[in-house]
């Protein structure tokens, strides 16, 4: 009995060794013809005739896959959003106010024609007191050659630094509910809130671009060319007092007041392509006019030329779990050639710096400072002095990439006066 | 007496035998698995992308190589996750969440059209086979004799 035993146990394991044998063989193992396939005759005629078939099927078939491969539109549409809880004051008298707020609703579509021909359209409704209002944000036709040149035309975001160029108006993209609030949207956002204004510099522009990227080995340079229309300056005037009470960039679609156009450029150097570190530096080329819709008080508000040479260098490290993120700018209004002229000492910089916890958790603090010249006609007719953000939030991530929910506390010093906002948004981008 | 100790011998070494065999077996099964969740990187025999190196790979589904030469890359996503998976994680070093907040940047930014996506291997296999500079990633498993024919692979997951 213990020999069957032991016999049929040695069959278990050849059986089993066998049974792991062949496993391992089974998907390298090739259908042997049979001796009907082998034979000559008339079978191998027909297959001769079938693969014939067969061969020409599959060049019209190929062809047919190239032609709609090459013609095919594709069209892809994006919806971004989000809603906000604010509370701000002053710090003797805080909160001042609060409420929700609409973010910007934003319908981004592009299209892509064949292997070059693509387009882009950004369209923002946003609320301006109770009225509703849609922006054409960026509106751009491109036609790729190669990844070293690409050309478009239409209306885009400046070519002037990291954060314009990588966050647009959807802020489900961004770690933070707002921009650095020198980088704020010409028109602020669409917000009330007082502190919620334009920035001091054009975000969008209406021209040509030219873009592209040259592989340096295992590092890569790319670049970014902008010429287009100037823009304005839109200064609001109380028609009693004279005083300035609003001011904001306007962009103008049709036409130019200047014959020298804006221009701008940036070059993007990274050490490792691959790599999370990007050194940058930018430069943009600036005619402002201001067109104020009652006489200011003080008449050096109302300047019909003023050149300006904004000067742009960045840092910033991105990986899967760590953000650091920083702008430093130099404005310089005191180059002449125009009727007002300003100082070569105006600055402003942000640094941001983020990590992500967990999968869905990402606290980050932010820091922005405007340092400018009290007399300098642009940015008294922009309605800017000195001021400095603190930010500190907390993002969670709902459904990764999809939704978000940040909750932040801005700590704000503008020329001396202290004031707080909590602010609270729930973003969306699908 | 003595021809029980034999006997007690003999169990042992057959035991012993046993072990061993079933170790190798399990081993061997283990193997051809192994073997079987490979996900490899293809492209058209003969066509344009033949050349493409793993930096160049990891560049057109990240969206920063649209172009080999004159041709317009056309990179498909393989729709089966237990694929998709591998090829995020072992070749892009990215998960499938962080993947698509690159593309849905590079489409807000720069107007790219995310890559296409096949439901499964045969798929991938089918557009690579028609496409002279589509490029996929499959089951090394989904690869059939005839294939070898058309295709190349240009990256394994297991290299």
Do not use: C
Request: net charge negative.
């Amino acid at each position: 009995m213990r020999k069957f035993w032991l016999s049929m146990t040695g069959g278990v394991a050849v059986l089993g060794f066998i049974l792991g044998l062949s496993t391992a063989r089974a998907d390298e193992a090739t259908p042997q013809p049979t001796p009907a396939e082998k034979a000559p005759g008339s079978l191998s005629e027909r297959v001769g005739q079938l693969e014939k078939k067969l061969a020409s099927y599959e060049e019209s078939s190929d062809q047919k896959f190239k032609q709609v491969q090459e013609d095919q539109l594709r069209l892809h549409f994006n919806l971004y959003g989000d809603a906000e809880y604010r509370v701000f004051g002053p710090a003797a008298n805080f909160p001042l106010e609060d409420g929700f707020y609409l973010g910007q609703t934003d319908l981004h579509i592009m299209a892509q024609y064949g292997a070059h021909l693509s387009a882009m359209s950004e369209d923002v409704v946003e609320f301006d007191g109770q009225e509703p209002s849609i922006d054409l944000e960026r509106i751009v036709v491109f036609y790729t050659l190669s990844d070293q040149l690409r050309l478009g035309a239409g209306r885009d975001h400046t070519a002037f630094g990291y954060w314009n160029r990588t966050y647009h108006h959807g802020s489900q993209f961004q770690t933070t509910i707002d921009r650095p609030f020198f980088l704020a949207f010409e028109d602020g956002g669409g917000s009330d809130l007082p502190f919620k204004k334009s920035g001091v510099v054009p975000n969008h522009i209406v021209g040509a671009f030219a873009s592209g990227k040259f592989d340096l080995g295992s590092s890569s340079l790319g670049y970014e060319l902008n010429v287009g229309n100037n823009g304005n300056i839109g200064l609001s005037v109380d028609p009693v007092t004279g005083a300035p009470v609003e001011s904001s960039f306007n962009f103008d679609p049709e036409g130019d007041d200047f014959h020298s156009k804006r221009m701008a450029g940036r070059l993007v150097f990274k050490p490792d392509a691959g790599g999370g570190l990007a050194l940058g530096l930018a430069s943009v080329l600036n005619h402002y006019r201001v067109s104020a819709d009652n006489a200011p008080a003080d008449p050096s508000l109302a300047f019909s030329k003023l050149v300006q040479l904004l000067l742009e260098g960045e840092v910033i490290y991105t990986d899967e779990n760590f953000e650091l993120l920083s702008e430093f700018y130099n404005f310089d209004d005191n180059l002449g050639d125009g009727d007002a002229v300003g100082s070569a000492n105006n600055t402003a910089f942000y640094v941001q710096i983020g990590y992500q916890v967990t999968p869905d958790l990402k606290p980050y603090f932010r820091v922005e400072n405007l340092n400018v010249d009290a007399n300098d006609a642009f940015f008294k007719a922009m309605l800017y002095s000195n001021e400095t953000v603190y930010l500190v939030g907390l993002r969670y991530d709902i459904v990764p990439v999809v939704s978000s929910l940040k909750l932040e506390a801005h700590f704000i010093n503008a020329n001396g006066a202290n004031a707080t906002e909590v602010a609270t948004a729930w973003g969306f981008g699908f | 007496m003595a021809g029980e100790k034999t006997l007690r011998l003999t169990g042992k070494i057959f035991g012993m035998g046993l072990a061993i065999m079933l170790s190798l077996g399990l081993f061997m099964s283990h193997a051809a698995a192994a073997k079987s969740s490979a996900v490899v990187v293809v492209v058209k025999l003969g066509g344009p992308l033949e050349d493409l190196t793993l930096k160049d790979i990891r560049s057109i589904y990240l969206g920063d190589k649209l172009f080999q030469g004159s041709s317009k890359i056309e990179p498909l996503v393989n729709g089966d996750d237990s694929v998709a998976g591998v090829f995020f994680e072992k070749i892009l070093s990215k998960s499938k969440a962080q993947f698509k907040k690159v593309w849905k940047s590079k489409a807000f930014v720069d107007a790219l059209v995310p890559p296409t996506q096949l439901p499964g291997s045969e798929d991938v296999l089918t557009a690579v086979k028609k496409g002279d500079a589509s490029i996929g990633f499959v089951s090394r498993d989904a690869l059939g004799p005839g294939d070898r024919k058309t295709i190349k692979i240009i990256y394994s997951s297991a290299q």
